[in-house]
């Protein structure tokens, strides 16, 4: 198409697009088209391999002093359907996984109002004296921050803390959409959006990498979309920290949004081969099929995603909490491969930073 020559002949000589070359492709350009550039892009970096790991989530808590919009996770301590697993309990939670094969917790959970660095070095501490080689991946940048401001740590000496029982690598969430008045509508009270980056500019500076997200399909405009991402690309310019890039569809059910639908198939496809397409800097894409459903997840593959997070043992809720399909995500090793080569893929198990395994 003789409209989007200009951008193709920037992607065919690996120049950079511009946002305004992003806001085009989201505004105007057909689905189809995008596909096919941002294959063509994911081709040249993976060949025909899709990345998996074998992880799972331990979500320690969902009481939390926050109460964003968006989010169907929290509750307060006096809600029947809370929780706060004990450390023994968490534990339990990794032994019963442990065999088969995991290779990854992901620590996540919510600003509990009491629970500073003793908990979680004490939990790391004793994860890694069981599994020295079990990967903690663990907290988002707002989840660093409220643990440093309970502890009376400066964000440094709270990362250099955690560091040293054993973080080896952070989440990507809390992100959301960094646009400042999006933010203050959808979640006034969480970390700015300045704050977030600076945290992960930290950790990378610190030589921990580190994940990063985008909560998409509510109140935000393509613009915002674009600038999200720019402001990403920026960091990992200076710093090359990010391991990779995962998209988050809004979900609506059960909070206190208002919304009441979802973006469609279509927009998702668009919005993985923008990102493909836009942040030129960071490897790779995450279809994160919790969220989006294994199918969808299976076709952003052929939008410029090249990864399909890990089998997770039905360990997460906060996306069926927000009315994903998967009430009970879970997948075993060889339907994840299974899947991936009914695709037209090669799976690729890889360890948290993303190297073969
Ligand atoms: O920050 C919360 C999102 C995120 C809803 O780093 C919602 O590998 C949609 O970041 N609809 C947390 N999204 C999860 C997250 C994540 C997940 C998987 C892998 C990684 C990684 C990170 O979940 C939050 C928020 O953006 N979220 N509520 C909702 N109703």
């Given at each position: 198409?003789?409209?989007?020559?200009?951008?193709?002949?920037?992607?065919?000589?690996?120049?950079?697009?511009?946002?305004?070359?992003?806001?085009?492709?989201?505004?105007?350009?057909?689905?189809?088209?995008?596909?096919?550039?941002?294959?063509?892009?994911?081709?040249?970096?993976?060949?025909?391999?899709?990345?998996?790991?074998?992880?799972?989530?331990?979500?320690?808590?969902?009481?939390?002093?926050?109460?964003?919009?968006?989010?169907?996770?929290?509750?307060?301590?006096?809600?029947?359907?809370?929780?706060?697993?004990?450390?023994?309990?968490?534990?339990?939670?990794?032994?019963?996984?442990?065999?088969?094969?995991?290779?990854?917790?992901?620590?996540?959970?919510?600003?509990?109002?009491?629970?500073?660095?003793?908990?979680?070095?004490?939990?790391?501490?004793?994860?890694?004296?069981?599994?020295?080689?079990?990967?903690?991946?663990?907290?988002?940048a707002v989840e660093i921050e409220h643990i440093a401001m309970l502890s009376g740590l400066?964000?440094?000496?709270?990362?250099?803390?955690?560091?040293?029982?054993?973080?080896?690598?952070?989440?990507?969430?809390?992100?959301?959409?960094?646009?400042?008045?999006?933010?203050?509508?959808?979640?006034?009270?969480?970390?700015?959006?300045?704050?977030?980056?600076?945290?992960?500019?930290?950790?990378?500076?610190?030589?921990?990498?580190?994940?990063?997200?985008?909560?998409?399909?509510?109140?935000?405009?393509?613009?915002?979309?674009v600038d999200h991402m720019n402001r990403l690309r920026t960091l990992q310019d200076e710093?090359?920290?990010?391991?990779?890039?995962?998209?988050?569809k809004y979900k609506y059910a059960n909070n206190k949004l208002g919304l009441k639908k979802?973006?469609?198939?279509?927009?998702?496809?668009?919005?993985?081969?923008?990102?493909?397409?836009?942040?030129?800097?960071?490897?790779?894409?995450?279809?994160?099929?919790?969220?989006?459903?294994?199918?969808?997840?299976?076709?952003?593959?052929?939008?410029?995603?090249?990864?399909?997070?890990?089998?997770?043992?039905?360990?997460?809720?906060?996306?069926?909490?927000?009315?994903?399909?998967?009430?009970?995500?879970?997948?075993?090793?060889?339907?994840?491969?299974?899947?991936?080569?009914?695709?037209?893929?090669?799976?690729?198990?890889?360890?948290?930073?993303?190297?073969?395994?």
């Amino acid at each position: 198409m003789e409209k989007f020559r200009d951008i193709e002949n920037k992607l065919l000589k690996r120049e950079r697009l511009s946002f305004d070359d992003a806001l085009r492709m989201y505004y105007e350009m057909p689905v189809q088209k995008l596909g096919v550039l941002a294959n063509n892009i994911k081709q040249n970096l993976h060949g025909k391999r899709v990345f998996f790991n074998r992880n799972i989530h331990v979500e320690t808590s969902n009481i939390c002093v926050n109460k964003c919009k968006f989010c169907s996770f929290y509750r307060d301590s006096v809600c029947k359907d809370s929780w706060e697993y004990s450390i023994p309990e968490i534990i339990e939670k990794i032994q019963q996984n442990y065999k088969s094969g995991i290779t990854e917790v992901h620590i996540v959970g919510s600003l509990h109002p009491t629970r500073g660095i003793d908990f979680f070095t004490e939990l790391f501490k004793q994860i890694k004296i069981k599994w020295s080689n079990l990967h903690i991946k663990a907290f988002t940048a707002v989840e660093i921050e409220h643990i440093a401001m309970l502890s009376g740590l400066s964000i440094s000496n709270c990362i250099d803390e955690l560091k040293s029982v054993g973080l080896d690598s952070v989440a990507g969430g809390g992100a959301e959409i960094f646009d400042e008045n999006i933010r203050k509508q959808i979640c006034p009270e969480k970390t700015a959006s300045s704050d977030w980056l600076n945290i992960h500019r930290k950790l990378h500076n610190k030589n921990i990498t580190s994940n990063c997200t985008m909560l998409y399909g509510h109140i935000e405009s393509y613009e915002n979309r674009v600038d999200h991402m720019n402001r990403l690309r920026t960091l990992q310019d200076e710093t090359g920290g990010f391991n990779c890039f995962i998209p988050l569809k809004y979900k609506y059910a059960n909070n206190k949004l208002g919304l009441k639908k979802e973006v469609s198939l279509s927009e998702d496809l668009k919005n993985y081969a923008i990102a493909r397409l836009f942040l030129d800097n960071i490897k790779h894409l995450k279809a994160y099929w919790p969220m989006m459903g294994k199918e969808s997840s299976l076709l952003a593959l052929n939008f410029g995603a090249n990864d399909m997070d890990g089998t997770i043992y039905d360990s997460t809720k906060i996306y069926s909490m927000a009315g994903a399909q998967d009430t009970k995500p879970t997948i075993s090793k060889t339907e994840m491969e299974q899947l991936i080569i009914n695709e037209g893929f090669i799976p690729i198990e890889r360890d948290s930073l993303f190297n073969p395994l």
